[in-house]
């Protein structure tokens, strides 16, 4: 995949904490990607954060919508960092969900889209209404996603 990611830096790299610029007609944006570690049936998993930071509150955004028409570009970037935490963590799972339907509508869309390569190196798996983990489909409504490296 090679796609257009922008360049990222690790803000801390042993809290997982990476931040970027998305460049477009709304100016320049700051986002944050933040990987945070959790616990779920004796598998150690890290849970992927992500939105625009808000230097006023100094805090991070999962709902704004920024509209700076980079949005693959944007998801190239998050999917990369995937890539370094995986790296450094190759037993622990990526647990992903949008902070909206709409947004975790739009996470499986471009998973759908890149399956094929993203298949080569990942297993992914989608969790099902009923709560139940399947290999992800095509096709497919998922309420979440968990990532893991081959």
């Known amino acids: 995949m090679l796609l257009e990611k922008y360049e990222y830096k690790a803000e801390d790299s042993t809290l997982l904490q990476y931040s970027f610029e998305s460049t477009g007609p709304n100016g320049n944006i700051k986002k944050y990607i933040i990987y945070t570690y959790f616990k779920a049936n004796d598998k150690h998993h890290f849970n992927l954060g992500f939105?625009?930071?808000?230097?006023?509150?100094?805090?991070?955004s999962d709902l704004t919508v920024s509209n700076n028409s980079d949005r693959e570009k944007i998801l190239f970037t998050v999917?990369?960092?995937?890539?370094q935490v995986t790296d450094?963590?190759?037993?622990h799972k990526i647990y992903i969900e949008g902070?909206?339907?709409s947004r975790t509508r739009l996470y499986q869309m471009s998973i759908a889209f890149?399956?094929?390569e993203i298949n080569n190196l990942f297993v992914i798996e989608g969790q099902l209404n009923n709560y139940n983990w399947e290999t992800f489909n095509k096709g497919q409504n998922y309420r979440a996603f968990l990532v893991t490296r081959k």
Request: hydrophobic content about 30%; charged content about 20%.
């Open 51 to 60: 939105g625009d930071w808000d230097e006023e509150q100094q805090t991070l």
């Open 79 to 83: 999917a990369d960092t995937i890539f």
């Open 88 to 91: 450094q963590y190759p037993n």
């Open 99 to 101: 902070s909206t339907l």
């Open 114 to 116: 890149h399956l094929n």
